[in-house]
């Protein structure tokens, strides 16, 4: 509790269920109410719209982030949002001979990012091709 109470900064209280980690004392609660304050999307319910917006987003080709981004939610809302209606991260863009053959070229030289932006992909979609 003590480091808790002295790194306030580095962690979420809405992250930690009530009463969790005992009788709760004032600078937790107060961390609370403030930790709510801060991000108030945190507890929006999804709408009827937003949730059909977003998977038309994602079908589309977007990524977490894009998707985030556009209906403003966090990565995290969204992603969570999508496993939950059964899709996967995975989309179906399927790597080219010519896309291979950049990465194996390049992937020692230029960042993730780099290569991303170059073959028009995300981040994630490289590192996990690359590994």
Do not use: H
């Not at 600078?27 to 507890?43: A, M, T, V």
Request: hydrophobic content about 35%.
């Amino acid at each position: 509790m003590n480091f808790l109470e002295n790194n306030q900064n580095e962690w979420d209280s809405r992250c930690v269920e009530k009463n969790m980690l005992g009788t709760e004392s004032k600078w937790l609660k107060e961390k609370r109410i403030r930790d709510i304050e801060e991000n108030p999307l945190w507890y929006r319910k999804w709408t009827e719209d937003e949730i059909k917006q977003a998977e038309n987003l994602f079908k589309g080709g977007k990524s977490y982030l894009e998707i985030a981004e556009e209906i403003n939610r966090s990565e995290w809302a969204v992603a969570n949002l999508l496993r939950n209606m059964g899709y996967s991260y995975m989309l179906p863009q399927f790597w080219k001979g010519k896309e291979l053959k950049y990465l194996r070229e390049n992937y020692e030289n230029m960042t993730y990012s780099e290569m991303a932006e170059e073959l028009g992909r995300i981040m994630k979609a490289i590192g996990a091709k690359a590994e």
